[in-house]
C-alpha cells in the first residue's frame, strides 16, 4: 500500500470519527480484524465487534477525537490521539457520573489489502477511570 493510500484511509477514518460513525468505522477494518483496547474488554475480533466496541464508546461519551500526529512505515501507523468526552452513559455498566475527561491515546495499526487488519490501542485506563470518578486516587 502506499504512503497516499494509507494516508487516505487515516482521512477516512478521522472523518467517521468525527462523525461518531461506529458503521463507517468498522468497514475500514479488515473482515478479520482485531481491535485490542481496554474499553473492547482486551480483543475484538471481526467487524462486528469492532463496530459494537465504537458504539459502545460513543454511546457513552460523544467522545471528540482529535489526531495530533501520523506517523507511517510501510504497512504499520502510528496515531496519537487527544481524546475527550463526557460519562453520560454509564461506564461499563457503572451509573454515569457526568464528569468529564480527557486523555491522550496512541492507536497502533497493521493495515493489509487496504483495510486495518489490527488496531491496539494504548492510552492511560486508569487516569480515565479517575477523571469520570470510578476510581478515586489519593495524593501522595
Do not use: N
Not at 49 to 54: K, L, N, P, S, T
Amino acid at each position: 500500500m502506499t504512503r497516499d493510500a494509507m494516508l487516505a484511509l487515516f482521512a477516512k477514518r478521522q472523518e467517521a470519527m468525527a462523525r461518531l460513525d461506529s458503521e463507517a468505522l468498522a468497514v475500514l477494518h479488515a473482515e478479520d480484524g482485531v481491535v485490542e483496547s481496554p474499553l473492547a474488554g482486551g480483543t475484538a475480533t471481526g467487524r462486528e465487534a469492532i463496530q459494537e466496541v465504537y458504539q459502545a464508546f460513543f454511546t457513552w461519551s460523544s467522545p471528540t477525537i482529535e489526531q495530533e500526529e501520523l506517523l507511517i512505515d510501510g504497512s504499520h501507523a502510528m496515531c496519537l490521539y487527544r481524546v475527550s468526552g463526557t460519562d453520560k452513559g454509564g461506564f461499563m455498566g457503572m451509573r454515569p457520573t457526568g464528569r468529564s475527561f480527557a486523555v491522550p491515546m496512541v492507536g497502533i495499526f497493521e493495515v493489509r489489502d487496504g483495510l486495518i487488519a489490527r488496531e491496539r490501542r494504548i492510552y492511560d485506563f486508569t487516569g480515565l477511570l479517575v477523571q469520570v470518578g470510578v476510581i478515586k486516587a489519593k495524593p501522595v
